[in-house]
């Protein structure tokens, strides 16, 4: 038996080690976001795939997925996957997700951008997901993004473009997680599991590639940005020019 399978968790238990309210796992137990329990008598018993798909739903709404986007990307995964084909799927996501967001009160904020942001300067931030409001008038914010963030407001982004250019990016993005994800469930796993590769040795390999994965996606799109120059430099040049008076 894998030391997986022998894990038991009361509900009070399962709270203390995964961080979620009781409440909140029972919520997400009637939305088939996690299997039932097991019942030992009267007490509901979770195990360890409990656990670990409790890590990934936290893990989701750290990076700002809804409750719908979630429930869907769980129906993807399968219900009696052990906890650590569970687990890969929160390796498949990280090339994907921003870094982990830090909170900073108003004047660390400006003081990491190393100006004083306005009202409008912080809208255009947190419209391109680079900080978020919190109820406690502090800030999450990204840390690795904020200097590219304060550059682009020097610029004069406008704030409708932000928005913009937020949601496409988002988007795209997360269709092409999903389309990769179902890649590795479809195609990858199953060789693995075929040729009795450990998980923890896949765990490594996609952690290996995953690099490999965003250099080939920012590869991707900047070729895409030079054709679109390309193409829109043809359409000028193709473009017939206004008589001039002394050709007449």
Same mark, same amino acid.
């Given at each position: 038996?894998?030391?997986?399978?022998?894990?038991?968790?009361?509900?009070?238990?399962?709270?203390?080690?995964?961080? @979620?309210?009781?409440?909140?796992?029972?919520?997400?137990?009637?939305?088939?976001?996690? &299997?039932?329990?097991?019942?030992?008598?009267?007490?509901?018993?979770?195990?360890?795939?409990?656990? @670990?798909?409790?890590?990934? !739903?936290?893990?989701?709404?750290?990076?700002? *997925?809804?409750?719908?986007?979630?429930?869907?990307?769980?129906?993807?995964?399968?219900?009696?996957?052990? &906890?650590?084909?569970?687990?890969?799927?929160?390796?498949?996501?990280?090339?994907?997700?921003?870094?982990?967001?830090?909170?900073?009160?108003?004047?660390?904020?400006?003081?990491?951008?190393?100006?004083?942001?306005?009202?409008?300067?912080?809208?255009?931030?947190?419209?391109?997901?680079?900080?978020?409001?919190?109820?406690?008038?502090? *800030?999450? @914010?990204? &840390?690795?993004?904020?200097?590219?963030?304060?550059?682009?407001?020097? /610029?004069?982004?406008?704030?409708?473009? $932000?928005?913009?250019?937020?949601?496409? !990016?988002?988007?795209?993005?997360?269709?092409?997680?999903?389309?990769?994800?179902? !890649? /590795?469930?479809?195609?990858?796993?199953?060789?693995?599991?075929?040729?009795?590769? &450990?998980? $923890?040795?896949?765990?490594?390999?996609?952690?290996? *590639?995953?690099?490999?994965? @965003?250099?080939?996606?920012?590869?991707?799109?900047?070729?895409?940005?030079?054709?679109?120059?390309?193409?829109?430099?043809?359409?000028?040049?193709?473009?017939?020019?206004?008589?001039?008076?002394?050709?007449?």
């Amino acid at each position: 038996m894998n030391d997986w399978a022998a894990q038991a968790y009361t509900l009070n238990e399962l709270e203390e080690r995964s961080g @979620v309210a009781a409440r909140n796992i029972r919520f997400y137990t009637g939305r088939d976001m996690l &299997p039932p329990p097991r019942r030992e008598g009267r007490i509901a018993m979770y195990g360890a795939e409990h656990l @670990v798909r409790l890590e990934l !739903i936290r893990e989701l709404q750290a990076h700002g *997925f809804t409750l719908a986007a979630i429930t869907s990307y769980l129906a993807k995964v399968p219900t009696d996957g052990s &906890p650590d084909a569970i687990r890969l799927h929160r390796t498949l996501l990280a090339p994907w997700m921003s870094d982990r967001p830090e909170t900073l009160e108003r004047a660390e904020l400006s003081e990491r951008a190393g100006r004083p942001l306005s009202e409008d300067d912080l809208e255009v931030l947190a419209a391109i997901g680079i900080l978020e409001p919190t109820a406690d008038e502090t *800030f999450e @914010v990204s &840390p690795t993004l904020l200097s590219l963030g304060v550059q682009m407001l020097d /610029f004069g982004l406008p704030l409708r473009a $932000a928005q913009r250019a937020q949601a496409s !990016i988002e988007r795209h993005a997360r269709a092409l997680a999903e389309e990769l994800t179902d !890649i /590795f469930r479809e195609d990858v796993w199953p060789a693995y599991k075929a040729t009795g590769v &450990p998980a $923890a040795d896949v765990r490594d390999s996609v952690n290996s *590639f995953r690099p490999l994965t @965003v250099q080939s996606f920012v590869a991707a799109y900047e070729r895409s940005v030079d054709e679109n120059k390309r193409a829109a430099a043809e359409r000028h040049l193709r473009r017939p020019r206004p008589a001039r008076s002394s050709d007449r």
